[in-house]
């Protein structure tokens, strides 16, 4: 069955600190993989998603980036973070079908466990 | 106006009562999503779908695509479904999902 992890589950950074998260899959090959993230009191924004190795569609403007090094990889990363990317980190993915340039996805979104991060 | 819209934000029920969850949204779908976050923060997948009806225990889902409006119906409600349950929709056959706001449920026993 597949599995998706996430770590770490809890971080605390200073502002202007860098960051990493991290997010594997088992399980599966050539997913599509999701980072989202969750504001206190928002909903969920998708701000980063990969259709394969090295492919990444960014949604919003902000300091973070994402790579995706390795097929069932994922990871969020910032240079300086800030006060307002504190939040709740979601990674996720789906079963896709097509070619790796045209992929979709039809299938469910599985999420991983999640990554609470607090920014003082 | 968000594009997709729940109703209501917050609902208190006592177990064993039904519950309705409604979600709106205004515009085209190839599908959507019914999601569950769990007081920790997990989310689980509940439902896809892109027509009619669909059923998991005490849980079903409809949607109207005419009318672009979806419910969440929980029969027989337990202290254990209290969550927030999000709905969310793709847009053609894009990958990115558009999210409402969640309803957050609390069954009282």
């Known amino acids: 069955s597949q599995t998706i992890h996430q770590w770490p589950a809890t971080l605390v950074q200073p502002v202007g600190s860098p960051l990493s998260l991290e997010c594997t899959v088992e399980g599966t090959s050539n997913p599509n993989l999701y980072w989202y993230r969750q504001a206190a009191g928002r909903g969920l924004q998708l701000l980063f998603y990969?259709?394969?190795?090295?492919?990444i569609s960014s949604e919003v403007p902000q300091n973070l980036s994402a790579s995706r090094p390795q097929d069932r990889q994922f990871i969020l990363s910032s240079k300086k973070l800030l006060l307002s990317d504190s939040g709740f980190y979601l990674c996720?993915?789906?079963?896709?079908?097509?070619?790796?340039?045209?992929?979709?996805?039809?299938?469910?979104?599985?999420f991983g466990p999640g990554t609470r991060l607090t920014v003082l | 106006k968000n594009e997709v819209e729940q109703s209501p934000q917050n609902l208190t029920a006592q177990e064993g009562e039904f519950i309705t969850i409604n979600c709106s949204y205004s515009?085209?779908?190839?599908?959507l999503h019914w999601l569950q976050q769990h007081p920790g923060g997990g989310i689980v997948s509940l439902f896809m779908l892109s027509s009619g009806k669909k059923k998991h225990g005490r849980l079903i889902a409809t949607i109207n695509i005419q009318e672009k409006h979806s419910s969440l119906h929980i029969t027989a409600s337990h202290p254990r479904d209290s969550a927030v349950y999000i709905c969310a929709v793709r847009r053609g056959a894009g990958n990115k999902l558009t999210f409402g706001g969640g309803t957050r449920v609390l069954v009282k026993p």
């Open positions: 996720a993915w789906s079963g896709a079908t097509g070619s790796p340039g045209t992929r979709s996805s039809y299938n469910e979104q599985f």
């Open positions: 515009v085209g779908i190839s599908a």
């Open positions: 990969s259709v394969g190795i090295g492919q």
